[in-house]
């Protein structure tokens, strides 16, 4: 496939992380884009030729083997050189974790980086515009998304910011982390040790900076999902008490109902009863409207 003077856009929407548009373009000599201001995030990567990226009231040169962003929301100038125009290739991107994710990288304090034309961010940009060959689909859209997900680690692993790694920073991330596994694997034995153990910290460590953030105790918060989620399962009858207590991580029904009764101040059967009797109440007054 010939990735040059290609373009795609695309109306997809997952709220973390979207592939908006990619493309590349030979340029002419001389030809701009700006001033103007974007409502997403666009990587460019230059495989040939030169151009001037402005941002900030700053110009700098590019050429062959660099990369610029242009960041959400801020003024931004680029211009192909009158001589040695640029050729380049771009991926637009948005979402929630999008800014999170650069903060992680150089690019969202310099907006532009010296790499080479064996980097494997360039690789992986070009992986993405592959899709141009490709049916839009569900699946594909999935792919992209997922092929996305990589240029960003490339990015973080060839121009990691040191600031993102200080302590508070790596705090947020080890409760982030210890919150993925609590959310993910509540429905199992898990243990506060167990959750130490995966992220390579203390307990006593863990339990500081996690209740720091959430305002939890990891065992309160653990208790806290499990008991939220049972509730949600006891509202389907089909469901038996004993299997309402392993899908929270109980093998032994009594002692799930023991700790439900010291939580909601009532036993699971009979928040059962009650909660089926109000809701039948509710459909008999809106059936009799």
């Given amino acids: 496939m010939n990735v040059l003077n290609t373009y795609n856009e695309f109306d997809s929407n997952h709220f973390e992380l979207n592939v908006d548009h990619y493309g590349a373009e030979i340029c002419d000599k001389g030809y701009s884009f700006g001033p103007s201001i974007r409502s997403n995030y666009v990587l460019h990567f230059i495989i040939e030729g030169q151009g001037t990226f402005t941002i900030n009231n700053q110009t700098i040169t590019l050429k062959e083997g660099d990369l610029f962003l242009l960041p959400k929301d801020q003024v931004t100038f ?27 990288t150089q690019l969202l304090e310099t907006y532009c980086l010296h790499s080479n034309l ?143 009764k010291q939580y909601f101040k009532t036993s699971p059967t009979n928040y059962r009863k009650f909660h089926q009797e109000v809701s039948y109440d509710s459909e008999e007054f809106t059936s009799s409207l």
């Fill in 118 to 260: 064996k980097s494997d961010i360039l690789n992986q940009m070009l992986a993405i515009i592959q899709f141009a060959d490709k049916p839009l689909t569900r699946e594909s859209d999935l792919l992209m998304t997922g092929e996305l997900y990589k240029l960003l680690a490339f990015l973080s692993e060839e121009f990691p910011n040191p600031s993102s790694r200080t302590s508070n920073n790596l705090a947020d991330s080890y409760v982030e982390q210890a919150l993925k596994i609590i959310h993910s694997q509540y429905h199992k034995n898990l243990k506060i040790t167990d959750i130490a153990n995966k992220l390579a910290l203390s307990r006593s460590y863990l339990y500081r900076i996690f209740k720091e953030k959430t305002g939890f105790s990891l065992k309160d918060y653990l208790l806290k999902i499990k008991m939220n989620r049972s509730i949600e399962l006891l509202s389907d009858p089909k469901l038996s008490i004993s299997e309402v207590a392993n899908s929270v991580g109980y093998t032994d029904s009594l002692i799930f109902s023991k700790v439900f």
């Fill in 78 to 104: 680029y211009q192909a050189d009158k001589e040695k125009p640029w050729t380049y290739i771009w991926v637009g991107f948005s979402g929630s974790r999008a800014q999170q994710i650069l903060e992680y």
